[in-house]
């Protein structure tokens, strides 16, 4: 088997891709019947890349896929703190005292979380801002203080964001968003 020499520099580049994953989409390890949201990506780019994070099955959103593994590490190392923020739509209002136990840092299974930004967009929409991931946090959260998710969208991880993008969709990070993206993570380009 010979590569073309095309192909095998294409591969070594590194690629930044944001996905904007729909409801009904797995990250990775899908079951029989269930639809991988690295599946959306072209062969080309699906191969070569990475899902950083994840998100469950009913949640859409951002998702970072990569092959620099330095830029990887930077925004899931727990030193650089990197914001991730959601929209999530509730069945009812969330009561003030709930926000402010999230604010100061919640117990989830034994375990005291970082503390979570939550602001009020309407009575059942709000945006929560975490600097830590647990598996399924934020419905775990809502969950144990009594509260249903109807719906769970990340909107941004940092400085990236899936403003302008439509469900099912993906594009690379342009030159100057690429260059921004390793300024914020404090990463020296060459």
Do not use: C, H, W
């Amino acid at each position: 088997v010979e590569f073309l020499e095309e192909a095998v520099s294409e591969q070594k580049k590194s690629k930044y891709i944001l996905l904007y994953k729909p409801r009904g989409f797995v990250t990775n390890l899908p079951n029989e019947g269930e639809r991988e949201a690295a599946a959306i990506l072209s062969p080309v780019d699906r191969g070569s890349v990475y899902a950083l994070g994840r998100l469950d099955k009913e949640s859409e959103g951002l998702l970072f896929f990569t092959n620099d593994g330095v830029v990887a590490n930077r925004l899931k190392s727990p030193g650089f703190s990197v914001e991730k923020e959601y929209e999530v739509i509730t069945d009812r209002e969330i009561a003030p005292d709930v926000i402010k136990e999230y604010a100061a840092g919640f117990n989830l299974d034994s375990e005291k979380l970082k503390p979570v930004k939550v602001k009020k967009v309407s009575p059942r929409k709000y945006t929560f801002v975490l600097t830590e991931g647990k598996n399924r946090q934020i419905r775990r959260m809502l969950e144990k203080s009594g509260y249903k998710v109807y719906n769970l969208k990340r909107v941004r991880i940092g400085i990236m964001s899936i403003k302008d993008m439509k469900s099912g969709t993906y594009r690379s990070l342009s030159k100057r968003e690429t260059a921004e993206l390793k300024k914020f993570l404090n990463i020296d380009t060459p």
